[in-house]
T-cell receptor
Framework: QQPVQSPQAVILREGEDAVINCSSS?????VHWYRQKHGEAPVFLMI?????EQKGHEKISASFNEKKQQSSLYLTASQLSYSGTYFC????????????FGTGTSLTVIP | NAGVMQNPRHLVRRRGQEARLRCSPM?????VYWYRQLPEEGLKFMVY??????IDESGMPKERFSAEFPKEGPSILRIQQVVRGDSAAYFC??????WGAGNTIYFGEGSWLTVV
């Protein structure tokens, strides 16, 4: 049930772009993205509900492809504050409304 | 403070003791989720509860772990006879209702359990 994220880790220089992917083996109702700093709780970034929907949060945006059962998170002109681990959370069409989180992508932005 | 409240934030237990972690969901939220995060690893689903009901406990270890969410009071995650491998951060999250449509889950600050 756990979605798979790629890449596992990425190192960027300030100002560079990155893409983080999240794939599920089950049909998805929604995808949620979170960022977690070391030693802190995950912080909600955005939710995507519809196929092809895109959303943005500052210079971070995401897309959701229902047919492919995947979502991508786009980080543009990365800042030092973007460093952390990014998790996608997926909601499937099963009873119970469970949220399963992806394996996580560690993002490090260096000056 | 209308956020998800967890306590204690840090807990140290000796092997064999019991650990009780408490979670008060956000105001208006009736759904609670518990996740475990081992050092340098991702969030592992443990259990999903509504008031007085366990909806999904497929992520809970079969022994020593239990969870409840009573009609009154916080949700409690109980770990009996703790072992060193139980050392982890335990996050609680809550949501307002059953299905999505804009619904997401919000995390508490976590409870860090250390077993010595």
């Amino acid at each position: 049930q756990q979605p798979v994220q790629s890449p596992q880790a990425v190192i960027l220089r300030e100002g560079e772009d990155a893409v983080i992917n999240c794939s599920s083996s089950k049909a998805l109702y929604s995808v949620h993205w979170y960022r977690q700093k070391h030693g802190e709780a995950p912080v909600f970034l955005m939710i995507l509900l519809k196929g092809g929907e895109q959303k943005g949060h500052e210079k971070i945006s995401a897309s959701f492809n229902e047919k492919k059962q995947q979502s991508s998170l786009y980080l543009t002109a990365s800042q030092l504050s973007y460093s952390g681990t990014y998790f996608c959370g997926t909601e499937t069409f099963t009873t119970g409304n469970q949220f399963y989180f992806g394996t996580g992508t560690s993002l490090t932005v260096i000056p | 403070n209308a956020g998800v409240m967890q306590n204690p934030r840090h807990l140290v237990r000796r092997r064999g003791q019991e650990a009780r972690l408490r979670c008060s969901p956000m105001k208006g939220h009736s759904h609670v989720y518990w996740y475990r995060q081992l050092p340098e690893e991702g969030l592992k689903f443990m259990v999903y509860l509504q008031k007085e009901n366990i909806i999904d406990e497929s992520g809970m270890p079969k022994e020593r772990f239990s969870a409840e969410f009573p009609k009154e009071g916080p949700s409690i995650l109980r770990i009996q006879q703790v072992v060193r491998g139980d050392s982890a951060a335990y996050f609680c999250a809550s949501s307002p209702r059953y299905w999505g449509a804009g619904n997401t889950i919000y995390f508490g600050e976590g409870s860090w359990l250390t077993v010595v």
